[in-house]
């Protein structure tokens, strides 16, 4: 596609539960991050991947979160035991160049209750 | 890590005035400066940047400026239109860092 592409673009949950977001970023794109925005604040780290690999996993808020990018594509964020304070929209973006533009997706909307 | 502080958190300007954004940034080996549009419901796109060997970069009726001695960097839009309303975002990256640093934020909002 020609843009950065994330499923689902809502997700309610109940508390407790497994949680699998996915993004599909611009084609030739290594470099892949995955934020998370909750309601009037911006856009938090969690993870950066270049290739296969991730560089960078400082952001993530504790070990129920995990993501991966097997074949240095598409990524997907896990998130075990969901919990309320998890309800954020949950950004994807990818660059040609880490320190490029960043082009976003329209973020998956994480709703736990 | 970088600290970066966007202000105001809340902007309001009638139509065809100008808006200023500031931010700070604390990592002085930041060297790459965007600014992103975030409106409602909508992925932030980036509308300009700038990166360190640059004090001023303009487009249209969006310029933005940056001080290095300061560690800050401005965003301005001149006649301002009601399609200018949205949240707009700094951010700042440092060449030996993995991440874009974001500010927390700007509401602008264009009175028509």
């Known amino acids: 596609g020609a843009g950065v592409s994330q499923t689902p673009s809502n997700k309610v949950t109940e508390k407790g539960k497994y949680v699998e977001l996915r993004c599909d970023p611009i084609?030739?794109?290594?470099?892949l991050y995955w934020y998370r925005q909750s309601l009037g604040q911006g856009p938090e780290f969690l993870i950066y991947f270049q290739g296969t690999g991730a560089a960078d996993d400082s952001g993530l808020p504790n070990d129920r979160f995990f993501a991966v990018r097997p074949e240095g594509s598409v990524s997907t964020l896990k998130i075990q035991r969901t919990e309320r304070g998890d309800s954020a929209v949950y950004l994807c973006a990818s660059s040609y160049l880490r320190t490029g533009e960043l082009f976003f997706g329209e973020g998956s909307r994480l709703t736990v209750l | 890590g970088e600290n970066v502080e966007q202000h105001p958190s809340t902007l309001s300007v009638q139509e065809g005035d100008s808006a200023v954004i500031k931010c700070t940034y604390s990592d002085s080996a930041s060297n790459y400066f965007p600014w992103y549009k975030q409106e409602l419901g909508k992925r932030p796109q980036l509308i300009i940047d700038?990166?360190?060997?640059?004090g001023e970069k303009k487009d249209q009726r969006i310029a933005v400026t940056l001080n290095k001695t300061a560690k800050h960097f401005s965003l301005h839009i001149t006649e301002t239109q009601p399609e200018d309303s949205a949240v707009y975002f700094c951010a700042a990256i440092s060449p030996l860092g993995n991440q874009f640093y974001f500010g927390t934020g700007t509401s602008l909002t264009v009175i028509p």
């Open positions: 084609s030739g794109h290594t470099a």
């Open positions: 700038i990166r360190s060997n640059v």
